[in-house]
């Protein structure tokens, strides 16, 4: 049980175009979905948490406009990054909490290439 | 601002040793501490996760112990293999928002 997943697992855009990556969970109602950000060999930076239905809250220098988070289900977010640059290659992270507090179920992770 | 550190950044031991992986946190006033794994490319599996009430967690080979009043918390691997290596991030919990600040992790790498 509290299996979250992710969608796609990689993906490879050009510069200047837009990208959507879906987090689910997938056998409980997360309250609340967060946002990660790992570069190759760093830890995860939180980018942003969101509940349901409300808006994201983004942790200190990440551009909202840019990294948009939308979580309109209890078991759905997403995180749409907007013209994107090669800068914002990256691993990114979805987690939520909802089947106990406190802990966070983290899915699979997404690849992020731009060319 | 939380930070989480860990030391140290890599270690490298021969299949068989127990291995010792130290976590500290500037914030004492914490909710929870967890260790996860994560192996090269994928996400992360959680491994231990300690409340702020506890002292250890241990599951099978593997035990975390936390100190508060210290900031530290420390991970136990017995007897590792080399099915071991991956790199083990902790992250503690903030009583609020239910927040997670990671620490940079320790690579790993168990030899045959």
């Known amino acids: 049980g509290a299996v979250v997943s992710q969608h796609p697992s990689w993906v490879i855009c050009k510069s200047g175009t837009s990208v959507k990556i879906e987090c689910r969970s997938l056998d409980f109602q997360a309250t609340t979905m967060f946002w990660y950000r790992q570069f190759p060999k760093q830890s995860l930076m939180l980018m942003a948490t969101s509940n349901e239905g409300s808006k994201a809250t983004y942790e200190q220098g990440v551009e909202k406009d840019k990294f948009l988070i939308n979580h309109a289900s209890l078991t759905l977010s997403t995180l749409t990054v907007t013209s994107a640059h090669p800068e914002d290659s990256s691993f990114y992270i979805c987690?939520?909490?909802?089947?106990?507090?406190?802990?966070?179920?983290f899915g699979p992770g997404t690849r992020l290439t731009v060319t | 601002k939380q930070e989480v550190t860990q030391i140290p950044a890599a270690l490298s031991v021969p299949e068989g040793e127990n291995l010792v992986l130290n976590c500290s946190f500037t914030?004492?006033?914490?909710?929870?501490l967890q260790w996860f794994r994560q192996d090269p490319g994928k996400g992360l599996t959680s491994l231990l996760l300690i409340q702020s009430s506890q002292r250890e967690q241990t599951s099978g080979r593997l035990n975390a112990s936390l100190d508060k009043s210290s900031g530290r918390s420390t991970l136990y691997i017995a007897a590792s293999q080399p099915g071991d290596s991956a790199t083990y991030l902790c992250a503690v919990g903030e009583a609020a928002g239910n927040k997670l600040t990671f620490g940079g992790g320790t690579r790993v790498l168990v030899k045959p």
């Open positions: 914030d004492s006033a914490i909710y929870n």
């Open positions: 987690s939520a909490t909802g089947r106990t507090p406190y802990e966070q179920y």
